[in-house]
Structure formats: structure tokens, C-alpha cells
């Protein structure tokens, strides 16, 4: 089975504060990706990744970087933290883009 | 832009009812369908997916869903459900992008 996992399952951090996401998937997938999910707003792709060093920009990037040193490993960055990044963050990696997803557990986090 | 809707964003039924979640989709070309769910606490996991071939496609858990490309759409359909369906359901379509789009989900209580 595909394993995807999420460094914490919950994070507060302060305004302005720099936060690190980590997920790290064990299938040798191409792609992973970032999202974040809000009530009545379904899931928003944040970045995705499509090869080691690689990026793209997903439908709502702003305020927000992603780093992908090693293939198993993508990482979420909020430079500065705001109240209104305060959602869960789902990671998601795939063999192929037109494949389906693999999610991880997901991090709530909270800005205050 | 393509996009995903789907219609019911609440939907409470009693145990034993039959279930039908509606999902359009806008993109005229091929598609790639995926329906996923997430139970209470748990990650999100597929549900079912249509790639090409016999429109109507089975997944887990007794649920089943209909292609229809001159209607843009892929129902989700389950005869019975049960209290352990209660989930929040999500469908998505590739569309010859290198993402997934997500529709807004739709939230399902079923009581016993």
C-alpha cells in the first residue's frame, strides 16, 4: 500500500512565524503535491511537484513555497504566517498526473 | 477553466435510503473521474475512478458511479446506505491538466 505521511497532524503557530510542512511518500511517485482544504471550498491545489527540484504553481500559491530536495519528500513553507492560513493541509502524491491520488492524514494548523 | 460542481452540499439520509450525489464537470475532452471519501478523522482514500471503457464503474463498499459524457456528468450512487457512510464525498477530474480539480464535496449524515 501507498504511504503517505505528514509531519504533525496538528500545529499552531503565531502570526508571522515561518512553518514547515513535511510529507514524505514511499511509492517512488513522479508527482506530489499541496493542498489545502476549507469547508464549502473542497480541496485548493497550493503547488505541485513533478520531479525532484521541479515546481509548479497550483491555483493558489500566494503566501506560500514548496521544496522538493529528494524524490520522497515535498515540503509546504508559509514564510510569514497569517490568520488566514489557518486550514488543513493535505498532501498527495501519483504515479502519473491523469492516475489517481494518494492523500496523507492531513495537518490542521492554526494561526493566531 | 475547467471546473467541477457538485450539487448537494448537505445531504442527511436514514439508513437504508438509496444515495445519489450529483458531479458535473466542464471540460470537452477526455476525462479521467475519480470519486473519493472521507470518513470522520480519516484521510481522504478513492472511492472509485473512471478511465475509459464501461461508464459505469464499481468501488468500495457497494458504491457505483455512471459516466455520462453528453450530460458532463459522474453520479455517485449506492442502493442502501449505511450509518458508517457517513462521510464527506469528493469528486474530481483530470482533464489533460497536470492536476486534479476537486468539486466542493458534499457532506453525508446518515442516521440509524
Known amino acids: 500500500d501507498v504511504k503517505v505521511t505528514q509531519s504533525s497532524r496538528y500545529l499552531v503557530k503565531r502570526t508571522g512565524e515561518k512553518v514547515f510542512l513535511e510529507c514524505v511518500q514511499d511509492?517512488?511517485?513522479?508527482?506530489m503535491f499541496w493542498y489545502r482544504q476549507d469547508p464549502g471550498l473542497g480541496l485548493r491545489l497550493i503547488y505541485f511537484s513533478y520531479d525532484v527540484k521541479m515546481k509548479e504553481k497550483g491555483d493558489i500559491p500566494e503566501g506560500y513555497s514548496v521544496s522538493r530536495e529528494k524524490k520522497e519528500r515535498f515540503s509546504l513553507i508559509l514564510e510569514s504566517a497569517s490568520t488566514n492560513q489557518t486550514s488543513m493541509y493535505l498532501c498527495?502524491?501519483?504515479?502519473?498526473?491523469?492516475?489517481?491520488?494518494?492523500f496523507g492524514p492531513g495537518t490542521r494548523l492554526t494561526v493566531t | 477553466a475547467q471546473s467541477v460542481s457538485q450539487h448537494n452540499h448537505h445531504v442527511i439520509l436514514s439508513e437504508a435510503a438509496s444515495l445519489e450525489l450529483g458531479c458535473n464537470y466542464s471540460y470537452g475532452g477526455t476525462v479521467n473521474l475519480f470519486w473519493y471519501v472521507q470518513y470522520p478523522g480519516q484521510h481522504l482514500q478513492l472511492l472509485l475512478k473512471y478511465f475509459s471503457g464501461d461508464p459505469l464503474v464499481k468501488g468500495i463498499k457497494g458504491f457505483e458511479a455512471e459516466f455520462i459524457k453528453s450530460k458532463f456528468s459522474f453520479n455517485l450512487r449506492k442502493p442502501s446506505v449505511q450509518w458508517s457512510d457517513t462521510a464527506e464525498y469528493f469528486c474530481a477530474v483530470n482533464g489533460g491538466y497536470n492536476k486534479l480539480i476537486f468539486g466542493a464535496g458534499t457532506r453525508l449524515a446518515v442516521h440509524p
Open positions: 498527495a502524491s501519483s504515479f502519473d498526473f491523469s492516475y489517481e491520488q494518494y
Open positions: 511509492m517512488d511517485h513522479e508527482n
